[in-house]
């Protein structure tokens, strides 16, 4: 990015050549790697960028020679993240991220419901996982798996390029050491009550889910259990012995016992009983899906450090209601129904 006078408010650049066809967001995550997308859109969409003049849009394609006028990201991002807090209320997330281990190599929080681990597309003003914990992150911890968005519990960040790389390439090894065991909340009674879903995954495509393929897809184990039986739904424990994207949702639709809720490997995107003793109803808005514990070498010793996180608070809530509705003898309690028969991959 070629940049011309500027006064002490505003720059002023043109795009270059080889530069050019990208969107304004992407190009300006490029240009200026210490912000994040998220920041700089909000900038944007702020009004605080303009392309040959005019108000610029994320989305807009730059050519060659775009006359951009921006401001002094210092200045202006602080407020802005400001102003989101408090318009959004999306701060009160940030008391939620509960840490259950930390040194000066290792840590591992407890993250809350609806929070996504980094930025990506069509988030809104929601708020990741990264931005909320920004203080470690300057300090060098980062990333070194991921859950899905809804998914609450343990996730674990690791500080030094080396260590993560290390740390990293353990949880993709399935003899790594690494033990990811999960809660969750099912229609149905599995049968047998426990066993090995060993059924391989293509990625997620355009709809955005995994699909069950047994020819092309890579190998994938989850182990269960059945933990409690309700009328027409239980609670399972869940190991992986692999880590594919979606890989539990995606077995238990297979299993023909997909989660109370679920959007993309269900039939609800929401879930909702009375409580037959006139308390307040379940509500469940999002999978009813906890990492639970986590075993992981430690980055530098390469001792298992264990790791247990609590169940939150809306799981809590929807077991208290099955358990009354099943010793009341409820026939349905408002359960879904089976999945209709699922085609696989050959």
């Known amino acids: 990015m070629t940049e011309a006078p500027q006064d002490r408010t505003r720059r002023k650049a043109r795009v270059p050549s080889h530069l050019a066809g990208q969107r304004l967001d992407v190009f300006l995550a490029e240009c200026f790697p210490k912000y994040s997308r998220r920041e700089l859109g909000l ?11 005019k108000r610029g849009k994320t ?26 807090v408090v318009s959004k209320d999306v701060g009160k997330a940030s008391t939620e991220i509960v840490e259950l281990y930390r040194d000066s190599d290792l840590l591992v929080v407890s993250k809350p419901a609806g929070v996504p681990v980094h930025g990506g597309a069509n988030l809104g003003a929601t708020r990741t996982l990264l ?3 920004r203080e470690d992150v300057l300090a060098g911890y980062g990333l070194v798996h991921r859950l899905d968005k809804d998914t609450t519990g343990a996730i674990a960040l690791v500080r030094g390029d080396e260590l993560r790389r290390v740390t990293m390439e353990r949880f993709a090894d399935p003899e790594g050491g690494i033990e990811k065991v999960y809660d969750a909340i099912v229609g149905g009674v599995p049968d047998p009550a426990e066993g ?6 293509s990625p997620p495509g355009h709809r955005g889910r995994a699909t069950v393929d047994k020819k092309n897809g890579k190998p994938a184990r989850t182990r269960y259990r059945t933990s409690e039986v309700f009328v027409r739904a239980s609670r399972l424990e869940l190991t992986l012995e692999t880590g594919r994207t979606h890989q539990i949702r995606a077995h238990l639709w297979h299993l023909d016992h997909p989660l109370l809720a679920d959007p993309l ?11 037959p003793r006139g308390e307040r109803d379940v509500h469940l808005r999002r999978t009813p899906l906890h990492a639970s514990r986590l075993v992981i070498p430690h980055p530098r010793t390469g001792r298992p450090i264990t790791v247990n996180a609590p ?20 026939k349905r309690g408002g359960l879904p129904p089976p999945k209709p028969p699922q085609s696989e991959g050959a």
């Open 43 to 53: 900038a944007v969409k702020a009004g605080l960028v303009r392309v040959n003049g």
């Open 59 to 84: 989305g807009i394609v730059l050519a060659a020679g775009d006359r951009l006028e921006l401001p002094i990201w210092s200045q202006v991002l602080p407020e802005l993240a400001r102003k989101r």
């Open 131 to 133: 931005e909320l914990m």
């Open 196 to 201: 090995i879903i060993d059924a391989p995954l």
């Open 265 to 275: 490997y269900g039939r609800r995107k929401a879930w909702r009983i009375p409580d």
């Open 311 to 330: 169940l939150p608070e809306d799981m809590k809530h929807v077991l208290e209601v099955l358990r009354v509705v099943t010793g009341r003898g409820r």
